[in-house]
């Protein structure tokens, strides 16, 4: 099952909202990456965090890695309708390098 | 577009049966992974390849599932006596460099169906 949970699961909002999802791990992990899945598609990379507290900014999505390096942020200013999506974090944990996905959360935009 | 490829698109098939899909990754890169996605969920690790060597396997994978990457560039994942709690999207991945470096590139999966 999932071992990195993010909330909210399900977030709508008006066009020109801002709209912010958490990623919580249970474990410190290595790096912290984030992708966005359209309906019907499939993830495409967004960002990596790498260093505790770490922040990083594309535009308008601003990306945020804790102090503890077990939780993660993901910001959108006044978002847009081609902002409609999945977004899901992933991290790595250790040695491994084995990916692991995050719930996602939904955004839903209306104009 | 990726430049991952994943073949076939769909799959329907009965419980019982076997099923094979194949993953073409970017031609560089030298990891290779396999997910499981289903509706509402993030995709689920299943195993990892570095060239020809597969490094990691969930313990989810039941000895139902085998994965392959023979020489180290395309890679198949088969499925033996199909259930029906099979059925999902099946994700190819690879990447240039370790996930503590490098990012993902994900094929448009496999949407296999078990009646």
């Known amino acids: 099952g999932q071992q990195v949970m993010q909330i909210p699961q399900y977030q709508h909002v008006q066009e020109g909202e801002d709209f912010t999802t958490y990623c919580n791990s249970s474990t410190t992990l290595s790096n912290i990456q984030w992708y966005k899945q359209r309906p019907g598609g499939h993830p495409v990379f967004l960002i990596q965090l790498v260093k505790s507290g770490e922040v990083k900014k594309q535009k308008r999505l601003t990306f945020q890695f804790g102090e503890a390096k077990k939780n993660s942020s993901l910001h959108i200013t006044a978002t847009q309708t081609t902002d409609v999506g999945t977004y899901f974090c992933?991290?790595?944990?250790?040695?491994?390098?084995?990916?692991?996905f995050g719930t996602g959360t939904l955004l839903a935009v209306q104009p | 577009d990726t430049g991952v490829s994943q073949d076939p698109r769909h799959k329907i098939t009965k419980r019982g049966q076997n099923v094979t899909f194949r993953c073409d990754p970017i031609s560089e890169h030298n990891r290779l992974y396999w997910y499981r996605q289903t509706l509402g969920q993030g995709p689920e690790f299943l195993t990892y390849?570095?060239?020809?060597?597969?490094?990691?396997k969930s313990r989810l994978l039941s000895d139902r599932f085998s994965a392959e990457r023979p020489k180290g560039s395309f890679s198949t994942l088969e499925i033996q006596r199909t259930e029906q709690g099979d059925s999902a999207m099946y994700l190819c991945?690879?990447?240039?460099?370790?996930?503590?470096?490098?990012?993902?590139?994900f094929g448009s999966g496999t949407q296999l169906s078990v009646l």
């Open positions: 991945a690879s990447s240039a460099r370790e996930p503590k470096q490098g990012k993902l590139f």
């Open positions: 992933a991290g790595t944990r250790g040695a491994t390098n084995k990916l692991i």
């Open positions: 390849f570095q060239n020809e060597a597969q490094l990691e």
